[in-house]
């Protein structure tokens, strides 16, 4: 089956800094979603990237779906405490797997104040 | 904003019990998922479900679960058999523009 490889695995940085994580995969993507997820409960859908190419930002958030459609990074600028949690990336086929995701293993975000 | 609703939020039940966890995606979305995440990992797909019959599903989506959706709101999953390796969280989604929006989850627990 498809295979991303989400990196970093984890992330300790002071309040203010800079973030930034990245998904590979060896297969294409229709879709690139990223998402984050507190203790307990569902995934949230923080930015969504449709076509190769685009950069996308929505607030300190920025994500781009890279061009050969088999990477994605997201960036946080500025970050705060309460961006603490675990980060996924997640791609989508097109085809007959509409809407079949494929998750990677998650970036575990720790912010310092 | 419409979002996508999970009922029961956790559920304790003994190996061998069979289990329905209930979920109502946003009204108009076509498309409907079960997710599951074991402790610690990633999340992983079981099932897609359109047009009132599964569209793919995982080697996880084995005979021992099966999905419905009854009426016109609710989309449900049905564990036949619990086995202790089906204690996670299930996720329910559904899709709207390509973009999936995700359950709360609800915590299942086979001891």
């Known amino acids: 089956g498809q295979q991303l490889n989400q990196s970093p695995q984890s992330m300790f940085i002071q309040e203010g800094e800079d973030v930034s994580m990245n998904c590979t995969s060896s297969?294409?993507?229709?879709?690139w979603l990223w998402y984050k997820q507190d203790p307990g409960e569902g995934p949230v859908l923080l930015i969504a990237?449709?076509?190769?190419?685009e950069l996308t930002s929505n607030g300190r958030l920025t994500a781009q779906f890279g061009i050969t459609r088999k990477d994605s990074f997201l960036n946080i600028s500025a970050s705060i405490p309460s961006d603490v949690g675990i980060y996924f990336c997640?791609?989508?086929?097109?085809?007959?797997?509409?809407?079949?995701?494929?998750f990677g293993q998650g970036t575990i975000l720790t912010v310092h104040p | 904003e419409p979002e996508v609703t999970q009922t029961p939020s956790h559920q304790v039940t003994q190996m061998g019990q069979e289990v329905i966890l209930r979920c109502v995606p946003i009204?108009?979305?076509?498309?409907f998922y079960w997710y599951r995440q074991i402790l610690g990992q990633k999340v992983e797909f079981l099932v897609s479900?359109?047009?009132?019959?599964?569209?793919?599903k995982s080697e996880i989506f084995d005979d021992q679960f099966s999905v419905e959706r009854p009426d016109g709101s609710n989309f449900t999953l049905k564990i036949r058999s619990t086995k202790l390796e089906d204690s996670a969280m299930y996720f329910c989604?559904?899709?709207?523009?390509?973009?999936?929006?995700f359950g709360p989850g609800t915590r299942l627990l086979v001891l």
């Open positions: 997640a791609g989508q086929p097109g085809g007959t797997s509409y809407g079949k995701l494929t």
């Open positions: 297969s294409i993507f229709n879709t």
């Open positions: 990237l449709y076509k190769a190419g």
């Open positions: 009204s108009n979305h076509l498309y």
């Open positions: 479900f359109y047009n009132n019959e599964i569209s793919e």
């Open positions: 989604a559904s899709i709207l523009r390509e973009t999936q929006y």
